[in-house]
């Protein structure tokens, strides 16, 4: 017994040692191990090709951008109305996490055609300054910063102007971070910030905006409603709501098909003729989401031999995101027949089977579908 105990002991210690060590330049106690850990464990921040983390590294300003939009969750959102950079075009790989970073006014928007610097190291004053941006706060005073400052940083007056106000917001709120290795008594408002910073800053910064986003923000993470077709087995939990495999969901359908012309393997096209919405009205799906998929089983109804059957068998659904996934689902179409009808067509086989444009037939979903309810981004 003593033996399988020291053994159970053993494995804890190995296995809580490998969870607190994501990276094995991050000890238990570097002073950020714990923010370095849970970023890593949600893909805010990866470490190197070799496993490493590098936390004394600088970090780029592309790079920080593609961060904060991760930590915030908003890697799904849209921008209709980019801002023109003379140093980024659309195909670099940060172009839209830095546009987002911009539409959520984390950083202040430049006048079309002016330099992004993607490469240049992100400083701490321009990293601190995001994470404010990202919230509500109180307004105060250039006067009230520096006296907020002054009281514990000897270097506030070399810091940017542009600065002053977020750096005091930052200490007022708990999110000034500086190293313990550092010198506690200064800022280093234009140093570039190490990657153990940033993670420190990030984690902060989510924190802080999960109780007080800002405006667009606030409406970005806001759980979108509407009225529709309800789903009573869809559920929700946080902002993530599912789809469960079983539900019926109708689908307008684009073109007619028939069981007597159409034949197995032609493909359709439908719509949601409405949006998929959970009891408590959080949409699912929204109203216009294109589905794509085949007839499977098409036979034509004969006089006496059988009833026409016609199976569509689904496979893409196309989201007003632009987003297409697969989408599993299936649907028989049948008429609505009372009693005396169902004896006729059961005793006097024949029936033929039709579906017009833009009539619907119900879809039985095949697989789960999780949808993040605050952007309607399907989660595979």
Not at 2 to 17: A, D, F, W, Y
Not at 336 to 357: I, Q
């Amino acid at each position: 017994m003593k033996i399988l105990k020291t053994i159970l002991m053993t494995t804890v210690i190995v296995l809580g040692i490998n969870a607190a060590n994501a990276f094995p330049d991050v000890s238990d106690e570097h002073w950020a191990a714990s923010q370095i850990k849970i970023l890593s464990e949600q893909g805010v921040i990866v470490g190197y090709p070799d496993g490493t983390f590098k936390p004394d590294d600088n970090v780029t300003r592309a790079e920080f951008a593609s961060m904060a939009i991760k930590a915030l969750g908003q890697e799904n959102t849209r921008v209709v109305q980019p801002v023109a950079f003379s140093d980024i075009t659309e195909d670099f790989w940060a172009y839209d996490a830095i546009q987002k970073a911009l539409y959520f006014d984390l950083l202040s928007a430049p006048a079309d055609g002016e330099r992004f610097r993607p490469d240049d190291s992100v400083s701490r004053a321009e990293s601190l300054s995001v994470a404010v941006n990202a919230l509500t706060t109180e307004q105060i005073s250039v006067q009230k910063a520096k006296e907020v400052l002054e009281k514990v940083y000897t270097d506030t007056h070399t810091i940017p102007e542009w600065f002053i106000i977020p750096a005091g917001k930052a200490e007022i709120l708990g999110m000034m971070v500086v190293a313990p290795s550092a010198d506690k008594a200064r800022i280093e408002a234009e140093r570039p910030a190490t990657r153990a910073e940033v993670a420190a800053i990030l984690f902060n910064m989510m924190e802080q905006a999960k109780l007080n986003p800002n405006a667009k923000l606030a409406e970005a993470m806001r759980k979108k409603t509407g009225e529709g077709y309800v789903i009573d087995d869809a559920t929700v939990q946080g902002s993530i709501g599912t789809i469960p495999a079983g539900a019926i969901v109708p689908v307008e359908l684009s073109q007619y098909i028939s069981s007597q012309t159409s034949e197995a393997g032609d493909i359709y096209m439908a719509i949601a003729p409405e949006n998929y919405i959970t009891k408590d009205k959080f949409i699912l799906i929204r109203k216009g989401a294109t589905l794509k998929g085949q007839l499977i089983d098409v036979r034509a109804g004969k006089w006496f031999v059988r009833n026409g059957v016609l199976v569509l068998d689904n496979s893409l659904l196309t989201t007003n995101n632009d987003q297409t996934i697969r989408f599993e689902g299936v649907a028989e179409v049948k008429k609505d027949r009372n009693w005396f009808m169902k004896f006729v067509r059961f005793c006097f086989k024949g029936e033929k089977l039709d579906v017009e444009a833009e009539q619907s037939v119900n879809m039985k979903v095949l697989k789960p579908i999780r949808v993040d309810l605050t952007n309607g981004w399907i989660l595979e």
